[in-house]
Structure formats: structure tokens, C-alpha cells
């Protein structure tokens, strides 16, 4: 239902870091536009992502009826057959069962959120992720990553 490809199991068994990326599909009329910094760091993540052939998935929201919403895939970060999107309503990631079970049954893997400045589909992500033992690395457009003890 909400995972729109599905790549093989084996792509997200692989020991290198998953990568979320939240707010690579724009919305029309409802997302407000990304800053300059946000979209630079957004496609070189992914980019870099893809070069490393790590996993890649994508958050992608939608009104909580599943209307249709039209949008747009930022230049670059178009799903591919080898990447995972995970639609939800808002809130946290984890609210999808699919991502939570693909969370929880990753064991040793470090898993890297990516996405703007100010997102709050990210931060509560990253703060949902604590339960589960571990913390999400978070990239920001300032370049750095963090580790997140707290959200």
C-alpha cells in the first residue's frame, strides 16, 4: 500500500547506512519551497547515497483521506528500483508499519536522516528512533551530522 517500489530483500540487508530522505516530493500548492541550502543538500545526499550503491528510502507525504496529491520529485531524487517509499500523513515515519518493521528487523545498521531545515516529519523520526536502542544520524543543510541523543 504504501511502498509504491520493492526492491529485493537483499538491498536492505546490506551493511552500509540506510538513508531516509523526508521532503524530496513537493507537493503543489501545499509544501512551501525549499531553500537554496535544503535542496543542495537533499540531491548531494542522494547523489552520494546512489554513488555508494547504500539503501535509499523515501519519505512521502499524503493527506490522510489518500487522496491524490500532485507533486513533484526534486531534480535527481526520483525513486528507483532499487529504493523504498514510505508514504504517510504526517507526524513520524514510524506511524507507517512497513518502516517500522524495516527498522526493526535492521539490527547493526546505522540509519541517516536526511531532509530541510525545520522538518517535523524528520525531527519526530529521529525521536521515535530511541525507543528501538539506537539513534538516527541527522543531516541538516549546515553540511553536519549529529548524532541525535534527543530530539
Known amino acids: ?33 525549499l531553500s537554496q541550502d535544503d535542496l543542495e543538500t537533499i540531491s548531494s545526499v542522494v547523489e552520494t547515497t546512489r554513488r ?10 499524503v493527506p490522510a483521506d489518500r487522496s491524490p496529491s500532485p507533486g513533484v520529485w526534486l531534480p535527481g531524487c526520483r525513486p528507483k528500483i532499487t529504493d523504498r517509499v514510505f508514504d504517510h500523513d504526517g507526524g513520524s515515519l514510524f ?28 525531527m519526530a523520526t529521529a525521536r521515535d528512533a530511541r525507543p528501538y536502542g539506537r539513534d538516527a544520524k541527522v543531516v541538516l543543510p549546515d553540511g553536519a551530522l549529529h548524532i541525535r541523543s534527543a530530539a
Open 52 to 61: 555508494m550503491h547504500a539503501p535509499l528510502a523515501f519519505s512521502r507525504q
Open 95 to 122: 506511524e507507517n508499519r512497513e518502516f517500522a518493521n524495516v527498522f526493526r528487523s535492521i539490527t547493526r545498521r546505522e540509519v541517516v536522516l536526511v531532509g530541510a531545515r525545520g522538518d517535523s516529519t524528520l
Open 1 to 33: 500500500m504504501s511502498i509504491i517500489i520493492r526492491p529485493s530483500a537483499g538491498v536492505f540487508q546490506r551493511t552500509m547506512p540506510l538513508v531516509v530522505v523526508f521532503g524530496a516530493y513537493r507537493r503543489y500548492d501545499i509544501d512551501p519551497p
